[in-house]
């Protein structure tokens, strides 16, 4: 017959809580969902950056952050990335971007800043 082990109710509680512990950390894997949430957008879509997105179908859009008033940014800066992604003009889209100082910067036109 087996000897009885004594165990005080602290030496319980260490067991028990460490065992739960490591139950908890094992089993809870909440890296697990945004790891897969991070894969599943990066097959969506590809951002090199933040004013240049590229998608599944080869489309590829540009954020532009200042203002078209007659100087073509609209036209050169799709024009430029066109031939150096050696893509199709249709292809390209052009989007104003949208406010977010700490994304895109002063977003802004005047004096040569266009």
Known sequence: M????VI?????LKVVS??????????????????????LQAAIQFKP???????P???VT??????EM?????????MIIAEEMELDWSKIQVIQAPVDK???GKQGTGGSAS
Do not use: C
């Open 102 to 104: 700490d994304r895109f």
């Open 18 to 39: 460490t065992t739960g512990a490591g139950l908890i950390i094992g089993f809870h894997l909440p890296f697990k969902n945004k790891l897969r949430a991070a894969t």
């Open 70 to 78: 007659g100087q073509g940014v609209w036209t050169s800066l799709p």
């Open 8 to 12: 005080n109710r602290r030496d319980f």
């Open 2 to 5: 087996a000897e009885k082990t």
């Open 49 to 55: 950056n933040a004013w240049i997105t590229v998608h």
């Open 57 to 59: 179908d080869n489309m």
């Open 62 to 67: 540009i954020a532009v952050a200042e203002s």
